[in-house]
Every structure is written in C-alpha cells, then in structure tokens.
C-alpha cells in the first residue's frame, strides 16, 4: 500500500487493491478510520507480514464491515482478522486453508463467511456461536463431518456443502428452520442404511456415571476428584424422548434415513446411548405406536417436508 | 425450429441491436439455431449495456428478464455469486442457449436418467465456458448443471429460450428422480420483482 494513503484520503471507506500482487498490507491500514469494505483479492498475501500488527486497536477494528481476502495464500486464519470486531462480511475462498480457528466467535457480527475452496477437513463447533450468520459457504474443501452444534445457527439461510467429504449429516440440522438453500451435492453420502456393529460395552466409570445422573445422586466437587466432575459434566442426553438417559464415550452411532417422498433419502446421524434404545425417528414398521413415538414421527416429517423443499430447489 | 433456405450471418454490436436482430429472426416461421447461436456469439459483451439487469443475490443465482420477445423467446440475464450453481435441470422442450457476458461458467451434460431409475445420474461431458461463447442445449442432447466454480470471480450470462417456458424438471443426481420446478424472475426489465408467496394478499401501501 502506498505510504501516506491515510493523508491523502483519509476519509477513504472503500478500497480495493485486488489483483494488484500485494504481499503484505502495511501500517498505513490502521490510520483509515471510516474505512469499512477492503477489497484485497487475487494477490500474494499469505505470508506473516500480510497484516499489520496492531489491527485490533486500530479504528478499523470497530469501522470494517466487509473483507474479501479471496485468491490468496493464507494456509491460516490471520490472528489479527480475529480482531476486526465490526466485520459483516468475510471471504477467504481459494486460499490454502487447512482450519477454522475456533476464535472465530470472536467475529460476533459476521453475516457473511465464504470458506469455500480450501483444504479445510472439519468445522470447530465454536463456528456455531456466531449469533448473525445467514450465509456460509463451505464448498470445495475435505470436509468429513458436520458438528451438530451448527443447528444452533439460528439465522442461517443458506448454508453450502457441496464438492466435500460427507458421508452422513446430523440429524440437528433439521433444527435450522430458516434454511433455504443447503447445496450437497459431490459428497458421498451413504445410500444404504448402516448399521454400526461395533458396540463397545461401557465402562464401570460410565455405567456409576450414568446411574449418578439418571437418578439425580447429589454431589459436590469436595466429594469427587475434579477430573470425576469433569467427567459428569460431560454427559449427553440421549435423543430417545422415551429414554431420558444419558451416556459418555459408550454409545451407539446410527444413520438413519430420511425419506422425502421416496424422491431423496437424507442420511441423518445420531447417537444412542444403547442398542436397545430406539431412534427419535422410528420407522412405523417398529412395534409401538406411543403417543410420544407419534409425535417425534410428526416432527420427522414436518422438518423432512421443509428440507425437501432446500434440498430439491 | 428448421433449416430456412438461406442462413445470414448477423454481427451484433450492442445488446440492444442483438434483441432488435432477434425480433426480426424470430418473425420468421422457421428459425435456424446455428444462426442464432453466431448471432449470440458475435456479440462482444459490453457491461455498460447490462449492467442494469444484472441484480445479484447473495444466497442463489438470479434470472433477469431483458426482453419477451413477443411471446416467441425471453431472453435472460443470470448472475451467479462465488460458488453459486443450479440444479440439474431439463428445458421442457425448449431451446437454449447460453452466452457468457462475465466470468466463468462450467456445464456438466448428464444423460436422461432410465424409466425406472434408481442409480446415480450419467455424466456424458463437461466443459468451462469463457466470456462470450455461447453453448445450446434441448432435450434431445440431454440434461445439464450450470455453475460458478470460481471462489472469486462472480459470473454473468445471457440466455435465450424459446419457446418461452416457466416451469422445468430438476433431477437428483444420486437417483436420477425429478422433481417440478416453477421458476420466477428476480428482475423484470430492469426493475426488482418481488415474489409473492399465493398464501398471501398483497396488501396497499398506505398513503399511496
């Protein structure tokens, strides 16, 4: 950047120097303060200089909206883009990125984040803490699983997972009911129902965990070593609304499929905290027919009916 | 559409003698596509002439009507965002054609899926299209996905169907099942059109 630019134009809000072979975005960044859409694409930034030191006291941190920092070289996420708290929009499409820093919380205001075409492998389950995000991208990347906290995106309306490597989603993401575009296509979701044999019967420590917590045994930290309360606070509900039971590390992964009309099949995958537990979304063929069996059918179906709409789009 | 006698060969210099060109075509009983497709073709694209009808949409891909040719083609502008793509999708018996205005726009040809169908979809070919090719497809070729791989560049391109049609298959690649689409327009003209959902009456602005 050249030197002096916050002199000549200090009331500068949009800049763009894409395509202009930038390596580094100098000093004369953090003396534009009404600066709030930089433009930075297809360049040679990448490298540990590429921001200035300082960005999160500078007035940027509080003026930039929108960051478009496509077709670079980042292999990380800059610490110091952590800190532009103001930021609407964000893209890193098309750089070398293996990770998402699970600082990105940090970014409280994102709407907008475009991921895609990286070498990102998984997703932190921080992502799922930014409260404004509508749209994210994650397309063309190698990713493998999808947290299920990411249902807790309550505002997101499109959300893209094509060119990945999923085999199955969370059955969470039928939660996402603003969702109107979910591209998933070029994943090699399963087809076939899966049925994991693979069991590991839990541990005494799990099964004293499990009874201390189904039946509500009081305690307090003075009572258990502190790596035993750790370990209690870490129990996960089981997603049968008959059971009411909980488990740790022993449970039992199953994919099960929901139909949309016999036109597509969403492999959905939760956890159960036993084999005999039954599913949240039996398939009528099983034998009880409870009222609250029913009901977890019904809101199958409502959800599956609305994502069949996202999905065929 | 059939070979006519004679085929002309048009050089378009602005969009606006393209759609003139066009309505003297289409006037005709028999319209030859080759000549269409060079029409298109000959046209350089100038983003001064469109930059009105080109409306991006962050989420989607946008369709943005130019002109209704009388009722015997519509022709189209669409906007593709970073990443955005379509469905694979049929033309209803239509023809179509597709001329890149910006950018880059990759299409997938799949065959028609089989009768009974219960596999994966066939792809026959694919191919990246550069600023102001202009590719044609019909139903007789096969089915086809269009989409904007690039993660920087968004992408603009004009397209021409005819008959005009409003509704159109789309296909699961994974099973080859199809599913009826409407499509709608995001831009009529040059002006935003917003669509109205039938459950809802569109109430009168007060003080208008």
């Known amino acids: 950047l050249p030197a002096g630019l916050s002199q000549w134009f200090p009331a500068l809000e949009v800049l763009d120097v894409s395509g202009t072979g930038l390596t580094e975005m100098g000093t004369e960044l953090l003396s534009l303060p009404c600066l709030h859409t930089l433009l930075a694409k297809n360049n040679r930034l990448g490298g540990p200089g590429s921001l200035p030191k300082g960005l999160g006291q500078a007035p940027l941190a509080r003026s930039l909206r929108v960051l478009n920092l496509s077709g670079n070289r980042f292999s990380e996420v800059p610490p110091a883009l952590l800190q532009l708290r103001g930021l609407r929009s964000l893209s890193l499409g098309g750089n070398r990125l293996h990770s998402i820093p699970p600082d990105i919380q940090e970014l409280h205001s994102l709407e907008f984040l475009y991921l895609g075409g990286n070498f990102i492998t998984a997703i932190p389950p921080e992502l799922a803490k930014l409260p404004s995000l509508t749209y994210l991208v994650l397309c063309d990347n190698k990713i493998q699983s999808i947290p299920p906290q990411l249902a807790q995106l309550h505002s997101l309306r499109s959300l893209s997972l094509h060119n990945n490597l999923l085999t199955y989603l969370p059955r969470e993401i039928l939660n996402l009911v603003h969702l109107d575009e979910l591209s998933l296509r070029g994943n090699p979701l399963v087809v076939r129902f899966v049925r994991d044999l693979t069991y590991n019967p839990p541990s005494l420590q799990e099964l004293a965990g499990r009874t201390i917590k189904t039946r509500n045994v009081p305690y307090a930290p003075s009572d258990l070593p502190e790596s035993l309360v750790r370990y209690l606070s870490l129990a996960s509900n089981c997603p049968n609304p008959k059971c009411g039971g909980v488990y740790f590390d022993s449970c039992v992964r199953q994919i099960k499929f929901v139909d949309f009309c016999g036109k597509y099949r969403l492999p959905l995958m939760h956890y159960l905290c036993s084999p005999e537990c039954s599913s949240p979304y039996s398939s009528a063929s099983q034998s009880s027919t409870s009222q609250s069996e029913s009901d977890s059918e019904d809101e199958a179906s409502v959800a599956a009916h609305r994502m069949q709409k996202v999905l065929l789009g | ?208």
């Not at chain 2, 309505?23 to 497709?37: N, T």
């Open chain 2, 1 to 208: 559409m059939e070979q006519p006698v004679q085929t002309e060969t048009w050089k378009a210099r602005s969009l606006e003698e393209l759609v003139r060109i066009l309505h003297q075509i289409f006037a005709e009983d028999k319209v030859s596509v080759d000549e269409v497709q060079a029409l298109m073709e000959s046209y350089e694209s100038n983003p001064e002439e469109w930059l009105q009808y080109a409306k991006f949409d962050q989420y989607r891909y946008t369709r943005n009507l130019v002109d209704n040719g009388n009722g015997k083609f519509n022709l189209m502008i669409l906007c593709w965002g970073e990443g955005h793509g379509s469905s694979i999708h049929d033309h209803t018996d239509s023809h179509c054609f597709m001329k890149i205005l910006q950018g880059n726009l990759k299409e997938t040809l799949f065959e028609w899926p089989e009768k009974k169908g219960n596999g994966e979809m066939t792809k026959k070919s694919e191919r990246v299209l550069r600023e102001n090719q202009c590719a044609y497809i019909n139903d007789s070729i096969g089915l086809h996905r269009v989409e904007n791989i690039s993660h920087t560049e968004p992408a603009v391109s004009l397209h021409l169907y005819s008959p005009p049609f409003n509704t159109c298959n789309t296909f699961d690649q994974r099973t080859g099942h199809k599913h009826k689409v409407t499509m709608t327009f995001y831009s009529q003209f040059g002006e935003r059109t917003v669509c109205v959902s039938t459950d809802e009456v569109l109430l009168p602005r007060p003080g208008l």
